[in-house]
């Protein structure tokens, strides 16, 4: 089935320490995006990535980084440096391109940072 | 982008039409109506999109007015299933500065009763 995983559905870790959120898509997008939602919240853009190999800061980027090495993985490290990393991670990808290009979600990773 | 408003909670009868308006009154001539849905603690799903003509299709109907400067999500016969959050996003189509950046707001929540 094609479609867009992320893993682990839930994430627990301490504080001080990075931690990596998996993000992988087989729709053969280019695009690919993160967001961060806090309880009662619309989804904020943390990172998006629009062709392998380069990606772009979002609206909330500090404390967080991204690599793209890859067209079908985008993971997102959620680094010691972001303040309150507790939150609900949502990636994304689409096709990229002129048009009205519908974006599709994964499953999402609850992390909580104790 | 322009900005949008939406009530924070709606009630609906299972059986009957929801009908989730959106205040957009900034919309410039070149941005789209996007609504997406997020069940809870699962990743957003696009619905349905418009630019000036009314849209339909399996999911929903999407009413624009002639002016542009609000619409309708039209849910045709709400079943449990369909309580979510409703999100009503207006972005330019194309590539772009952020590609194909959605921003999402708090949106409407639409409980759907027996």
């Known amino acids: 089935d094609g479609g867009i995983t992320q893993s682990p559905k839930y994430l627990f870790r301490k504080e001080g320490q990075n931690v990596t959120l998996s993000c992988e898509q087989n729709l053969n997008h280019d695009a690919m995006y993160w967001y961060r939602q806090d309880p009662g919240q619309g989804l904020r853009l943390i990172y998006y990535?629009?062709?392998?190999?380069?990606?772009q800061k979002g609206d909330i980027a500090e404390g967080y980084s991204v690599s793209r090495e890859k067209k079908e993985s985008f993971p997102l490290t959620v680094t010691s440096a972001q303040k309150n990393p507790t939150a609900f991670y949502l990636c994304?990808?689409?096709?990229f391109g002129a048009g009205n290009n519908e974006q599709f979600f994964g499953p999402g990773t609850r992390l909580t940072v104790l | 982008d322009a900005k949008t408003t939406q009530p924070p909670s709606m009630d609906c009868a299972e059986g009957r039409a929801a009908n989730l308006p959106c205040n957009h009154s900034?919309?410039?001539?070149?941005?789209?109506v996007y609504w997406y849905r997020q069940i809870h603690s699962q990743g957003p799903q696009y619905i349905i999109h418009?630019?000036?003509n009314n849209e339909t299709n399996e999911m929903a109907s999407l009413i624009i007015t002639e002016d542009r400067k609000s619409s309708t999500l039209i849910l045709p016969h709400a079943t449990l299933r369909d309580t979510a959050v409703y999100y009503c996003?207006?972005?330019?189509?194309?590539?772009?500065?952020?590609?194909?950046?959605?921003?999402f707001g708090t949106g409407t929540q639409l409980k759907v009763e027996l």
């Open positions: 418009g630019l000036k």
């Open positions: 990535s629009q062709i392998v190999n380069d990606f």
């Open positions: 996003i207006v972005r330019v189509a194309g590539l772009g500065g952020g590609g194909n950046k959605l921003t």
């Open positions: 994304a990808s689409s096709i």
């Open positions: 900034t919309i410039s001539g070149n941005e789209y």
